[in-house]
């Protein structure tokens, strides 16, 4: 895995967000208070002097880890963050995953609906998974929520199209051009607080954090952000062998995708 270079990276993050917040009307976040949303937070909290400036939206399907709850209080608490809680259903979907999935993208158009929003931060990364890779930094979604992977706007020498369908909103990605390396490198550089379970316990960590029903653990010794790192550099594994969903065929995760799954 290449380390790039964190000034460029960071300076990219911010200029997106804080064009997203001046180009769109109504502007929320989404948090999972995995590693890759929190360093986006903290990204905006460096672009807009010290504060997350829109709301923040955790979708909730009532089964994440108790560490991971407690994490999200504290550091709403700590950073005094607009935090949404919306809930969502456990229920059979088409990826087989009841927990989240689908069930997730419903409730979340729920929530943007009753709150009228136009643009949506995401934190994911081209690295994680091929079908996230074809994503735009500002990528339309219609107001079904379905996503036009073929016919997306052109994004050349950084130049961005803000915009949104009739109906619908965008998805702003903020974090695409990082790797899981970067973030972890960027974690230590601004020793940003992240989830314990990321942390080896008794020979196992989460190296990717899903919720109870459809994550697991790998076996490492990494007890630090230091630790981890080091095994970055020297591990082949897939960075979310853990989640069960994504060893789903890769079509199923595409279908997702094209209808709003984050």
């Known amino acids: 895995m290449i380390k790039q270079d964190l000034a460029e990276l960071e300076e990219k993050s911010i200029f997106i967000l804080r064009e997203a917040h001046s180009r769109f009307k109504n502007v929320a976040a989404l948090w999972s208070m995995g590693k890759d949303s929190t360093v986006m937070l ?43 809680v919306a809930q969502s259903a456990i229920k059979p979907e088409i990826s087989g995953f009841g927990c989240c999935g689908a069930n997730k993208t419903e409730a979340l158009k729920r ?35 379905k996503w036009k992977y073929r016919d997306q706007p052109a994004e050349v020498w950084d130049s961005y199209s803000f915009r949104q369908e009739s109906g619908g909103h965008a998805r702003v990605h903020p974090l695409l051009d990082f790797n899981e390396l970067d973030i972890w490198d960027y974690i230590r550089k601004e020793r940003i ?31 630090s952000v230091k630790g981890i790192i080091s095994e970055l550099e020297s591990s082949r594994l897939e960075e979310r062998s853990g989640r069960d969903q994504d060893k789903e065929r890769e079509y199923v995760m595409q279908r997702l995708r094209s209808l709003g799954y984050m």
């Open 42 to 84: 903290s990204i905006a909290r460096k672009a807009f002097m010290g504060k997350v400036p829109f709301p923040v939206i955790h979708i909730d399907n009532g089964i994440d880890f108790p560490e991971t709850y407690q994490f999200r209080d504290e550091l709403a608490r700590k950073w005094g963050l607009d935090l949404i």
């Open 193 to 223: 607080p992240v989830n314990p379970l990321y942390y080896s316990r008794n020979g196992k960590r989460y190296r990717s954090l899903g919720c109870t029903h459809c994550t697991s653990p790998i076996s490492s010794e990494a007890k």
């Open 111 to 145: 929530v943007l609906a009753s709150n009228g929003f136009d643009a949506l931060i995401v934190s994911i990364r081209r690295d994680e998974n091929g079908v996230r890779a074809k994503e735009r930094v500002i990528s339309p979604r219609d107001k079904n929520f």
